[in-house]
T-cell receptor
Framework: AQSVTQPDIHITVSEGASLELRCNYS??????LFWYVQSPGQGLQLLLK??????LVQGIKGFEAEFKRSQSSFNLRKPSVHWSDAAEYFC?????????????FGKGTTLSVSS | DAGVTQSPTHLIKTRGQQVTLRCSPK?????VSWYQQALGQGPQFIFQ???????QRGNFPDRFSGHQFPNYSSELNVNALLLGDSALYLC??????????????FGSGTQLSVL
């Protein structure tokens, strides 16, 4: 069965420092992969997605992610974190490869930003 | 242009009761998906509605049912509430259920507490 693992429950990064959030997936075929961000009291906002092609994907708010098939990973990165990036981040895989409407989410990583 | 709107924002029920949650999709969207997000967990896919029919379903019991109306809005019904049903219920809409270029837009959710 498809699954998503986010190994880090909570990460604290200094403002201006770089960030990498880890995501590993289990899926038989080439997956459709997503990263979402959730601020307190808010719904989920799509940061970026990977369907095929270039394995380095650019997203909104300066985020990028790299798909590595050999490692079954889709890690999220940002070169310089801002205090407003503090939020919950979720990696997700599309269970049916149908536009990401039936997603399987990881348990999330909480990002705190220190000054 | 209003995004995905959900009502109510908060709800308190007791065990055994029934609850109905409502969702209006983003303008121009015809597909609605529902997710359950328990505390400290990632969202879990409940089901998806398109053309007033349930198209996909996650691993949820029959106590969870839904409906989609001709104006594309949707309801989620949960019968015989259990304490474990306490969660944030997220509605998401998209332009179609199968286009690979579409993305989900999430509402802010309904926080259901079962006492």
């Amino acid at each position: 069965a498809q699954s998503v693992t986010q190994p880090d429950i909570h990460i604290t990064v200094s403002e201006g420092a770089s960030l990498e959030l880890r995501c590993n997936y289990s899926y038989g075929a080439t997956p459709y992969l997503f990263w979402y961000v959730q601020s307190p009291g808010q719904g989920l906002q799509l940061l970026l997605k990977y369907f095929s092609g270039d394995t380095l994907v650019q997203g909104i708010k300066g985020f990028e992610a790299e798909f590595k098939r050999s490692q079954s990973s889709f890690n999220l990165r940002k070169p310089s974190v801002h205090w407003s990036d503090a939020a919950e981040y979720f990696c997700a895989v599309d269970a049916a490869n149908q536009a990401g409407t039936a997603l399987i989410f990881g348990k999330g990583t909480t990002l705190s930003v220190s000054s | 242009d209003a995004g995905v709107t959900q009502s109510p924002t908060h709800l308190i029920k007791t065990r055994g009761q029934q609850v109905t949650l409502r969702c209006s999709p983003k303008s121009g969207h015809d597909t609605v998906s529902w997710y359950q997000q328990a505390l400290g967990q990632g969202p879990q896919f409940i089901f998806q509605y398109y053309e007033e029919e349930e198209r996909q379903r996650g691993n949820f019991p029959d106590r969870f049912s839904g409906h989609q109306f001709p104006n594309y809005s949707s309801e989620l019904n949960v019968n015989a509430l259990l304490l474990g049903d306490s969660a944030l219920y997220l509605c998401a809409s998209s332009r179609s259920p199968t286009s690979t270029n579409e993305k989900l837009f999430f509402g802010s959710g309904t926080q259901l507490s079962v006492l």
